[in-house]
């Protein structure tokens, strides 16, 4: 009679192992989170890591190879819902920071959200200086770009003077200070940029599909 052997770990065993992980890391776990062997145990069982994290939490695996269009359809059901651009960490539903994989994809954040909304927060801040720098009037401060946006969408104050810092340092807006306020103005760079997007119809809020 053949010899019965206990197995190491069933299938519930292997479950609930994925299931601590993720409650006391707030990630699924990956193939390296596990001692040697663990991973051929499990694609026995599951066919596969990704099937395993599928089984146990319902959720993509940290080793799911995203497609462009997955990502845009992920920005765009966040928008819909939010009305703002997302954080990295708040596009994947385990909260996963997906800003590499966007970044290799797309080439930057402010190109992956102008491929999928039409829009993103350069062309916002961009939009905004055109809209109070008006023939004759060359200076917008923070505040007043802030306020301008704000007009259409949820727009953190952090995200607009992180934005002017960098379209500075990339030639589209020529930045100083004045009385010690800041001002911004739109140069050739910033305006010929700038024409690649349709502004927004009056009181048109929502981007993505």
């Not at 395993?52 to 845009?72: G, Q, V």
């Not at 999928?116 to 007043?144: F, K, N, Y």
Request: proline share 6%; with cysteine; net charge positive.
């Amino acid at each position: 009679m053949p010899r019965q052997y206990k197995l190491k770990y069933t299938n519930e065993d292997l479950l609930n192992a994925a299931c601590e992980f993720y409650k006391k890391n707030n990630t699924p776990p990956r193939i390296a989170d596990f001692t040697p062997g663990y991973a051929v145990t499990v694609k026995k069982r599951f066919g596969s890591w990704s099937a395993y994290i599928d089984a146990a939490l319902k959720m993509r695996s940290n080793y799911h190879i995203w497609k462009p269009e997955e990502l845009t359809l992920l920005v765009c059901a966040f928008w819909n819902k939010h009305h703002r651009f997302p954080a990295y960490t708040e596009l994947a539903e385990d909260g996963r920071d997906i800003h590499a994989i966007i970044a290799k994809q797309f080439g930057s954040m402010n190109k992956y959200f102008e491929s999928a909304l039409g829009t993103s927060p350069r062309v916002e801040v961009l939009r905004a200086i055109q809209e109070l720098t008006p023939p004759g009037c060359d200076v917008a401060t923070p505040s007043e770009i802030i306020a301008q946006i704000r007009k259409k969408m949820i727009f953190p104050t952090n995200l607009c003077r992180i934005t002017i810092r960098f379209l500075a340092s990339d030639g589209y807006i020529v930045s100083g200070k004045y009385d010690r306020t800041r001002w911004h103005k739109l140069t050739p760079s910033g305006k010929t940029f700038l024409n690649k997007f349709l502004p927004l119809n009056k009181g048109e809020t929502k981007r993505g599909s």
